[in-house]
């Protein structure tokens, strides 16, 4: 193990925030209320008012803030503008101070690559071969956050350098400066930590989190936890990000807070209150759900629109919160478990063609299904609301694949070669189940002049009708809803 930070003892301003803090090797999480001088401790940690685990040797430490915006340009511009400049890799992957009012730029993401590229060509040989080195260890750490992305590089015979790209879920090339602003962010300092393993002992890093949605927090702190054991080294970080309140990640952190005296205490525990107001905007989630009733957070609209008309169908007064997407789902879920008060909250997401990661809790519901509307393409349902033969519903259903069978199958490349061949006798609902419904059931839709409303409606009421709610939408989902009767007070129909 490499030298780290074991203790320090705070002095700030005018004894606000004094005592002692213990740290462990690896990563160590600072968390807490806005005010409550987070910041300031991880500038303390950088004077000499602290001890290190061996006091004979050298800490080497880099202090790091993502609130400075990497810069996004164009991979040449960066290239012809740090040759010109005559950019070493020592000139940028620098011990950086951090201060609260002006935080300095730090390499991007197409800094990073020119420089490591041209310290590898310094003895000479292939360049090409150097080149792909580079995009090889760039993208062992690319893969460790976005699993489905790929740096692409590629000699450009032309200028005889490197063009880079970014290839995304293996169909989209993303040039540097079409990167997002939290893409771009968490790449470039997941690269600059990278680059820094063999010059730093200690990174000190604020709010990491800053331009990221919850699942990209989450995938950034097992990269932070899974690099300090494998490099050995250790990490301090401040941040409000709830993942803090997961298992993995809640012992490793200790939280600051105002006391009754008005002073900052240091605890490695919060009451429940703390937790509420340093969750921040899952709080403000909370808050919409209401959780005196029971709560359905769903990732889209067409989960919303069921699940109400579900709700009203077995008169249940529950409250539906859109969170765009399965990642916010399973972050919100992992959350609950740390918070007594969502007892009475639900978590549903699509299929796709997955397994249900939370299998044993009944709040967890995972379609059976691709998505929600793959369930609302049972033909024998929309047979008897149309009352027209089912031959002539799969007739629908298959002009509508031939149709859109670009977006349909490019999830779905195992069916694609078949649909040459395809006739209305193989539209089992075994079958239709794995394709992306959501596409289907718009054009559907405009095919029997049926609006999204209406016609959900009609369609839970003729499963109600005919006893088949269970086998039509997910048995999880149908039992959770009934679950819920007892709680609001309601009765079923």
């Known amino acids: 193990m490499t030298n780290y930070i074991e203790l320090a003892n705070f002095n700030i301003q005018g004894g606000i925030l004094s005592g002692e803090m213990k740290f462990q090797s690896g990563l160590n999480i600072i968390s807490g209320?806005?005010?409550?001088?987070?910041?300031?401790?991880?500038?303390?940690?950088?004077?000499?008012?602290?001890?290190?685990?061996?006091?004979?040797?050298?800490?080497r430490r880099q202090a790091i803030s993502p609130k400075r915006n990497a810069q996004r340009r164009a991979f040449r511009q960066i290239y012809e503008q740090s040759r010109r400049n005559n950019i070493k890799i020592e000139s940028i992957i620098n011990e950086r101070n951090?201060?609260?009012?002006a935080f300095e730029e730090y390499p991007a993401l197409g800094d990073l690559f020119y420089v490591v590229y041209e310290e590898l060509c310094k003895d000479g040989g292939n360049q090409i071969e150097k080149m792909a080195h580079?995009?090889?260890?760039?993208?062992?750490?690319?893969h460790r956050i976005f699993p489905h992305y790929e740096l692409i590089a590629e000699w450009n015979t032309t200028t005889g350098s490197p063009d880079i790209d970014l290839l995304k879920h293996n169909n989209v090339r993303v040039p540097l400066e079409g990167l997002s602003l939290g893409e771009q962010e968490i790449l470039s300092l997941a690269i600059n930590i990278y680059a820094s393993r063999d010059r730093y002992d200690v990174f000190l890093i604020d709010e990491p989190e800053v331009h990221l949605n919850w699942h990209l927090e989450e995938k950034f702190f097992e990269f932070f936890d899974d690099y300090c054991m494998q490099y050995h080294r250790q990490m301090i970080i401040v941040t409000h990000s709830r993942v803090i309140f997961s298992r993995r990640f809640f012992s490793k952190t200790q939280f600051f807070y105002w006391n009754e005296s008005g002073r900052v205490s240091i605890s490695d525990d919060v009451t429940s209150e703390q937790r509420r107001r340093i969750a921040g905007d899952a709080i403000e989630?909370?808050?919409?759900?209401e959780f005196d009733r029971p709560t359905f957070f769903v990732e889209d609209d067409c989960q919303a629109r069921v699940v109400n008309a579900l709700c009203d169908h077995f008169n249940i007064d529950a409250s539906v919160v859109e969170c765009g997407n399965k990642s916010n789902i399973r972050s919100l879920y992992k959350y609950s478990l740390t918070d007594s008060q969502w007892t009475n909250s639900y978590f549903l997401?699509?299929?796709?063609?997955?397994?249900?990661?939370?299998?044993?809790?009944?709040r967890f519901v995972h379609l059976t299904k691709y998505c929600?509307?793959?369930?609302?393409?049972?033909?024998?349902?929309?047979?008897?609301?149309?009352?027209?033969?089912?031959?002539?519903?799969?007739?629908?259903?298959?002009?509508?694949?031939?149709?859109?069978?670009?977006?349909?199958?490019r999830k779905n490349k195992f069916f694609e070669f078949l649909l040459d061949h395809l006739h209305e006798e193989h539209l089992t609902q075994e079958n239709l189940a794995k394709l992306d419904g959501s596409v289907i059931f718009d054009d559907l839709l405009s095919a029997i002049d049926k609006d999204r409303d209406s016609f959900v409606g009609e369609y839970i009421a003729h499963c109600a009708a005919n006893n088949t709610l269970e086998n039509v939408f997910s048995e999880h989902l149908i039992t959770a809803i009934r679950g819920c009767v007892v709680s609001s007070g309601g009765e079923s129909s």
Do not use: W, Y
């Open 33 to 59: 209320e806005n005010g409550t001088l987070k910041t300031k401790a991880l500038q303390a940690l950088k004077s000499e008012q602290v001890k290190f685990f061996d006091p004979s040797q050298p800490c």
């Open 98 to 101: 951090i201060n609260d009012a």
């Open 134 to 142: 580079t995009a090889s260890e760039f993208n062992e750490v690319i």
């Open 285 to 289: 989630i909370i808050r919409l759900g």
């Open 349 to 362: 997401e699509d299929g796709d063609n997955e397994g249900n990661p939370f299998p044993n809790d009944p």
């Open 372 to 409: 929600m509307e793959s369930h609302l393409l049972n033909v024998p349902t929309i047979s008897g609301i149309l009352r027209r033969p089912e031959i002539e519903i799969r007739n629908i259903i298959l002009n509508t694949i031939h149709e859109s069978r670009e977006q349909i199958f």
